[in-house]
């Protein structure tokens, strides 16, 4: 009986520390999720039903110092939220009534910076929220997305051109698709 207890405890803070270096969290309609973790680094997974769609994929911003966000990791707060909302368009294109629903997850860190995944039905979206005190450059902001090899995906690609900065459009070229 008592090696019964010992273990589940030993189970229960297992599973604790490992639960608190990272947070799920599930769209409205629960067949999409993302796993945030954020132990030594901050990066993300995003499943949909039972299939990971991105691996884990590291997120961060460089500081004109060489300064990372990631550096010392130290989680203040975290929260999901839910949202529901109807925006009614002004000047409606394809719909005049757009609706946003989502659930977000806010990172707060001791850093002074804070971040947002929200997860909608249909895809995920992350911010990154600065808090420091004086203004800031940032040297390089790091993006790295690890797709599923030998799987198809819809992307822009922007054809740098001879006259125009390679900048040009904001992404309103067509999409293709790539096998990665």
Same mark, same amino acid.
């Given at each position: 009986?008592?090696?019964?207890?010992?273990?589940?405890?030993?189970?229960?803070?297992?599973?604790?520390?490992?639960?608190?270096?990272?947070?799920?969290?599930?769209?409205?309609?629960?067949?999409?999720?993302?796993?945030?973790?954020?132990?030594?680094?901050?990066?993300?997974?995003?499943?949909?039903?039972?299939?990971?769609?991105?691996?884990?994929?590291?997120?961060?911003?460089?500081?004109?110092?060489?300064?990372?966000?990631?550096?010392?990791?130290?989680?203040? %707060?975290? +929260? $999901? #939220?839910?949202?529901? /909302?109807?925006?009614?368009?002004?000047?409606?294109?394809? !719909? *005049? =009534?757009?609706?946003?629903?989502?659930?977000?997850?806010?990172?707060?860190?001791?850093?002074?910076?804070?971040?947002?995944?929200?997860?909608?039905?249909?895809?995920?979206?992350?911010?990154?929220?600065?808090?420091? %005190?004086? +203004? $800031? #450059?940032?040297?390089? /902001?790091?993006?790295?997305?690890?797709?599923?090899?030998? !799987? *198809? =995906?819809?992307?822009?690609?922007?054809?740098?051109?001879?006259?125009?900065?390679?900048?040009?459009?904001?992404?309103?070229?067509?999409?293709?698709?790539?096998?990665?």
């Amino acid at each position: 009986m008592r090696i019964l207890l010992l273990l589940r405890i030993f189970f229960n803070l297992f599973t604790r520390l490992y639960a608190a270096d990272s947070v799920v969290v599930h769209s409205p309609d629960k067949k999409g999720s993302v796993s945030v973790y954020y132990k030594d680094k901050i990066t993300y997974t995003i499943n949909y039903g039972e299939e990971t769609i991105l691996q884990p994929s590291l997120i961060d911003l460089v500081l004109e110092n060489g300064q990372r966000l990631s550096d010392d990791l130290k989680l203040l %707060k975290k +929260s $999901i #939220t839910s949202h529901d /909302e109807k925006i009614i368009s002004s000047v409606p294109e394809k !719909k *005049k =009534v757009i609706i946003n629903n989502y659930n977000e997850l806010t990172l707060q860190f001791r850093q002074p910076y804070t971040i947002l995944f929200r997860v909608y039905n249909d895809g995920v979206a992350y911010r990154i929220i600065t808090r420091f %005190k004086d +203004s $800031i #450059t940032i040297k390089n /902001e790091v993006a790295l997305f690890n797709f599923n090899p030998n !799987k *198809k =995906v819809l992307l822009p690609i922007v054809e740098p051109r001879k006259d125009e900065d390679r900048f040009h459009t904001s992404f309103e070229e067509l999409y293709q698709l790539k096998l990665i």
